[in-house]
């Protein structure tokens, strides 16, 4: 297969422990992506022999404020620490920490100039971070109509002209394809403009935030233009099993296979 598929453990196989799900997903071959990884028994996730190729890259602050930005960066810090544990390749981050509700902490209805540099100046100190520690931090794009209302920077555009402003290979974007059909669309052509910077791609289907084929989306089109461009790169399923997880699992490695 020409993409590594992996899948976000935070959201299938619900009915089991997480260590276990881990287990499932790395067993029929696809790599693993989890979320919070403080209330994690890394030691344990460690030793089922999964590839991990993504983790939160922070556990407080955001791109703008003083606080929140000295906030972020000690806790990317904390996070690479972790990321050595379980060999996580990438690291990603949001304009702004998110509550349990999926909530901005700092939200904002109108991003201003100062704030733009703000969050190009702590991205540009994320990646000397990345850098140092031989990883790499992902600004992941978020939708602001259905899942994180007031969230700052988080059209795929937004995250991309920050990536390219900062220019460093140890910050790239992870280009959630959910978050921008319900933000943008014209998802083909957000793909060929945004690869060169990508550092891996999400995918669910909308509406539902389920495994592709439940929904709008033409994943199969997708995987033939992804094809076409020459991305060898991650794609991850990070949705909801529709009904099945096993199904779910299926059903994304179809859209993708070649």
């Known amino acids: ?148 209302p007031g969230t700052p920077f988080a059209r795929a555009a937004d995250a991309l002209a920050l990536v390219r402003a900062v220019d460093s290979p140890a910050l790239r974007t992870n280009l959630d394809l959910y978050h921008a059909q319900i933000g943008e669309g014209n998802l083909i052509e957000l793909v060929r403009a945004s690869l060169p910077w990508v550092g891996e791609i999400q995918v669910a289907d909308v509406p539902g935030r389920t495994e592709p084929g439940t929904g709008e989306i033409r994943y199969e089109a997708i995987a033939a233009a992804l094809r076409e461009l020459g991305y060898r790169g991650v794609v991850a399923l990070e949705a909801w099993a529709h009904h099945d997880s096993d199904a779910a699992l299926a059903a994304f490695r179809s859209a993708f296979a070649e």
């Open 1 to 148: 297969m020409m993409f590594r598929l992996a899948a976000c453990a935070e959201m299938i196989y619900l009915d089991l422990p997480f260590v276990e799900r881990v287990e499932r997903i790395h067993d029929q071959g696809f790599e693993v992506e989890l979320w919070d990884w403080s209330a994690k028994d890394l030691g344990r996730l460690a030793a089922t022999g999964a590839v991990f190729s993504s983790m939160t890259g922070y556990l407080h602050g955001d791109l703008i404020t003083p606080e929140g930005s000295a906030q972020l960066l000690a806790t990317a810090e904390d996070s690479l620490r972790a990321a050595e544990i379980i060999d996580a390749q990438r690291l990603n981050l949001h304009g702004t920490g998110l509550n349990p509700q999926g909530l901005p902490v700092v939200p904002r209805d109108r991003v201003s100039a100062e704030d733009w540099r703000a969050a190009e100046d702590t991205l540009a100190r994320i990646a000397a971070l990345g850098e140092r520690a031989g990883r790499v931090f992902t600004l992941e794009n978020l939708n602001t109509l259905v899942d994180h």
